[in-house]
């Protein structure tokens, strides 16, 4: 019965980026909560939520972020 | 004090559906949580928010959902 | 697919009352988003959690509560 | 590692405000929490995430809120 | 900047399945976020919090749970 | 109405600590929406909520944590 919350930015993910997340995070979760057992039972009960937030709303030391900051960052 | 958070697809609630559901989840929420005072006193410091995610952000079972799915089974 | 979330002060529910406010929420939260189909459908994929914090934690109007004061809030 | 979310109305933060609230709440959550070091070092480890909702998404006491019943408070 | 957030019910995860979980899950989002750039520099801003829910207050179809019902879930 | 939520490490808040940050929090907030009209009427409606998360359970950077490494990073 996991429930995955993931914030990022909005704008940084496309439709293919996040299913992939939504499919890769729920697996793991499953995997590693329901071992011994095979994941297989758990994962229909896996919920994963990706909640996009504007850059600007996030303040990272006080400051706005920015979909410029996060490429800078990304390419450095 | 209660603070209620419901997360539902994005596009299911109409206004209508939306007033109904505050209203009646706080004071469901309020009234267990007085008793046995009156749920009066507690009813205006009960809180409760719709926070609508797009259904394709959210997984279950690692598969992004869809408004179809949802009508799909509620039709089954 | 509703995610219900309920923050309450630990300690104010009794475990019947939390069995029955997760019961009740949660029919009430399903049969509105099913509507005009019934909720039965929906119910087994209605999540309902209740998160108990510690009162003093909560603060409001900049001052941290009590049990005490919500006693006293029900008897007033 | 503080972690900060603040849930509005939507529409009542001007961009402005906005970067005056999450520079001026980060340094106060990191003020306190890293006393009686100085807060530079915790600083840019401390994330402040505002959540603009729907006024009518937000009840209190069971009834939707507006941004005229905000205004109206505020200029009682 | 992703934030993760996992809630599971108290008691299922080990300290070293905990540690898997944020270590694997972080991997996997920042991989994600940052494509085509490599992860490195996007993992330090990547957080990730395991919040632990005891199963009693965790219901599921109007139901609480418990670990018993979990673990009959994986066996089954 | 605004809610604030701050989640910090387990055990690196006194309650004196608690209390100064939920009033100062608070009141910056209330003071930044309810501008050009004073506060007053809106700290009230200002709830602000401290959610203690055990260092272990929280990752950076895919490690998790721990008060000595906060203790180190403060002294550092």
Redesign the interface.
Known sequence: ?????????DG??T?E??????????????E????P?PKE?????????????PA??????????SLEL?KA????
């Open positions: 019965m996991p429930f995955i919350q993931i914030k990022v930015f940084v993910l439709e980026k996040k299913n992939e997340m939504i499919a890769r995070v729920s697996e793991v979760v499953a590693i909560e329901a071992r057992h039972k758990l994962l229909p009960l896996t919920w994963c939520v990706i909640d996009e937030i600007p709303n996030w303040g990272i030391g006080g400051q706005p972020s996060l960052l990304l390419e450095s």
